[in-house]
T-cell receptor, first 112, second 117 residues
């Protein structure tokens, strides 16, 4: 089955700087890669996703890049703000499989 | 994005009682809903996949008689924790996917914190 590794597990960034979280996946059949933000005591919120036919996608301060050859994808947050502090999860879904496999999460702390 | 409503947000119950958690898709029809369990500072663990009108598919190691799932309509799935014990205390989260085959986006409810005394 699919296996998703996520790094780092914790990340502290000065406000205004950029944050990068990286994930690798094992199943070359995976073709959908979403990123979720989870605040304390709440459910995960979909913040951006990318499909395997695209190499990069951007939404305001958030961007995701995908390298299919290396089987890794990354989340980039620019101009970080205190409200970006949360736990971020990457996930991968193989084509034809309805289940998402989640990474282990990254606790991002933005230092004012 | 689509809205998934989950209730209650927290519940405290006595050991041996049953607790029902509801998950509703408010502005879309969800043919497939998923139930997850999350321990503190850990990732989401898939418990079961529920499809409208059919029996749920449980992940390995999840007791189907303990965690009863009903997906009676395209907008509602329920998880009942039967004869709850302290080890069942956890954060339970539901998610839903739209009815269109091409719709891969998964939207989550706000979660239910269950504490069993």
């Amino acid at each position: 089955g699919e296996n998703v590794e996520q790094h780092p597990s914790t990340l502290s960034v000065q406000e205004g700087d950029s944050a990068v979280i990286k994930c690798t996946y094992s199943d070359s059949a995976s073709n959908y890669f979403p990123w979720y933000k989870q605040e304390l005591g709440k459910g995960p919120q979909l913040i951006i996703d990318i499909r395997s036919n695209v190499g990069e996608k951007k939404d305001q301060r958030i961007a995701v890049t995908l390298n299919k050859t290396a089987k890794h994808f990354s989340l980039h947050i620019t101009e970080t703000q205190p409200e970006d502090s949360a736990v971020y999860f990457c996930a991968a879904k193989p084509f034809g499989n309805e289940k998402l496999t989640f990474g282990t999460g990254t606790r991002l702390t933005i230092i004012p | 994005g689509a809205v998934v409503s989950q209730h209650p947000s927290w519940v405290i119950c006595k050991s041996g009682t049953s607790v029902k958690i509801e998950c509703r898709s408010l502005d879309f029809q969800a043919t497939t809903m998923f139930w997850y369990r999350q321990f503190p500072k850990q990732s989401l663990m898939l418990m079961a996949t529920s499809n409208e009108g059919s029996k749920a598919t449980y992940e390995q190691g999840v007791e189907k008689d303990k965690f009863l799932i009903n997906h009676a309509s395209l907008t509602l799935s329920t998880l009942t924790v039967t004869s709850a014990h302290p080890e069942d205390s956890s954060f339970y989260i539901c998610s839903a996917r739209g009815a269109e085959p091409s719709n891969e986006k998964l939207f989550f409810g706000s979660g239910t914190q269950l504490s069993v005394l």
